[in-house]
C-alpha cells in the first residue's frame, strides 16, 4: 500500500510568473491566477498547505468584461455603521483602483481562511506596464488564449 506524499517545506519550489493583463477577461484571468497562486497547477499540491508559486499582473488598467458589467458589477462595503453601505461600479473602479479589481476578483475565488490571506499575499498586481521585480526573475507566462 502506497501512502500519500506530503511536500515538506523546504522541498516546495516557489517560481514568480508575469501575466499581462492587456485584453484579458477579467473572470477568467482571476480564475487562472487563483490556481497559481494555491498551488493547484503543481503535481504537490496539498489543500491544508501553501504550495502556490507567485503572480505579477500588469496592465491591470487594460483588462475586459462581457456584457454590461461595467456599469452593471457594483462592489459593495460596509462599515458597520447606520448609513456606512459604500457602493462603486466596476466603471469607476477601474477608473480609480484597477489594481483592486483584479485583486478582488482572485481573493474572493478563493477559500476565506488564514491560508488564503497567506496566498493573496503572494498577489502584485500594477496598473501599468512597469513593476519593480525584476529581481524575482519572472517568467511572462500566457493565462488565457
Do not use: C
Not at 8 to 33: P, T
Not at 46 to 71: E, Q, R, Y
Not at 107 to 125: D, H
Amino acid at each position: 500500500m502506497q501512502k500519500t506524499y506530503l511536500p515538506k517545506e523546504n522541498e516546495i519550489v516557489r517560481k514568480w510568473f508575469l501575466v499581462d493583463a492587456n485584453g484579458q477577461i477579467l473572470g477568467r484571468l482571476a480564475s487562472r491566477i487563483a490556481m497559481i497562486l494555491r498551488g493547484k497547477h503543481k503535481a504537490i499540491f496539498t489543500p491544508h498547505m501553501d504550495t502556490g508559486d507567485g503572480v505579477i499582473v500588469i496592465n491591470a488598467s487594460k483588462i475586459k468584461v462581457t456584457g454590461k458589467k461595467l456599469t452593471d458589477k457594483v462592489y459593495e462595503r460596509y462599515s458597520g455603521y447606520p448609513g456606512g453601505k459604500r457602493s462603486v461600479t466596476l466603471e469607476n473602479m477601474l477608473a480609480k483602483k484597477p489594481e483592486m479589481v483584479i485583486k478582488l476578483a482572485v481573493s474572493r475565488m478563493l477559500a476565506k481562511g488564514a491560508l488564503s490571506e497567506k496566498v493573496i499575499g503572494k498577489l502584485k498586481v500594477y496598473a501599468g506596464d512597469v513593476h519593480p521585480h525584476a529581481g524575482l526573475k519572472p517568467e511572462k507566462i500566457e493565462l488565457v488564449k
